[in-house]
Antibody, heavy 117, light 107 residues
């Protein structure tokens, strides 16, 4: 069955960097676009970034453009989110999600990122 | 960017009630509109995609409709497991925004 396992979260100081990972299994990873979505404590869902199946195309939310980079390694069945210049407002649970024909049909369990001094 | 406005933000209802949630887009999204359910501490779950297509395994009491810029999620007879927060999302144009959410609570 489809499984997405998010990892890499933790407590970091403002201005620092962190890289999240999403390990995929149970489907042909290299065939499908992938996305990152986050949820700040007590808040709604925020789409952050998406990447095409081959990594050739990316899209970002305005709130993270220029600071966050989505990437993938199809040989390792892994999706990444490189987060630089972290701010306190980036504190959230971060989810990876698989896209199937314009819908996010499978989600990871989420990894918590806390940005605090 | 395409903005999505859900209404209401909060809804109190009883088991067996018919519930309707509306999602309005600031511009057309073609048919690329999805609905998700989220329970506390859990990842979101896809319910509806392409405005009205039910995701596999989702009960038929849940349905979606609409076109252009106005869309609706309906639960025909609310069940205990339906008490959750619901989000719409447009997948037509980056950034793929979500609505702000509608929390459905037990009356």
């Amino acid at each position: 069955q489809v499984q997405l396992v998010d990892s890499g979260g933790g407590v970091v100081q403002p201005g620092t960097s962190l890289r999240l990972s999403c390990a995929a299994s149970g489907f042909i990873f290299s065939y499908q676009a992938m996305h990152w979505v986050r949820q700040a404590p007590g808040k709604g869902l925020e789409w952050l970034a998406g990447i095409s199946y081959d990594g050739a195309n990316e899209g970002y939310a305005d709130s993270v453009k220029g600071r966050f980079t989505i990437s993938r390694d199809n040989s390792k069945n892994t999706l990444y989110l490189q987060m630089n210049s972290l701010r306190t407002e980036d504190t959230a649970v971060y989810y990876c999600a698989r896209e199937t024909h314009r819908r996010l049909d499978s989600w990871g369990q989420g990894t918590l990122v806390t940005v605090s001094s | 960017d395409i903005q999505l406005t859900q209404s209401p933000s909060f809804l109190s209802a009883s088991v067996g009630d018919r519930v309707t949630i509306t999602c309005r887009a600031s511009q057309g999204v073609r048919n690329y509109l999805a609905w998700y359910q989220q329970k506390p501490g859990r990842a979101p779950k896809l319910l509806i995609y392409d405005v009205s297509t039910l995701q596999s395994g989702v009960p038929s009491r849940i349905s979606g409709s609409g076109s252009g810029t106005e869309f609706t999620l309906t639960i025909s007879s609310l069940q205990p497991e339906d008490f959750a927060t619901y989000y719409c999302q447009q997948l037509n144009t980056y950034p793929w925004m979500f609505g702000q959410g509608t929390k459905v609570e037990i009356k």
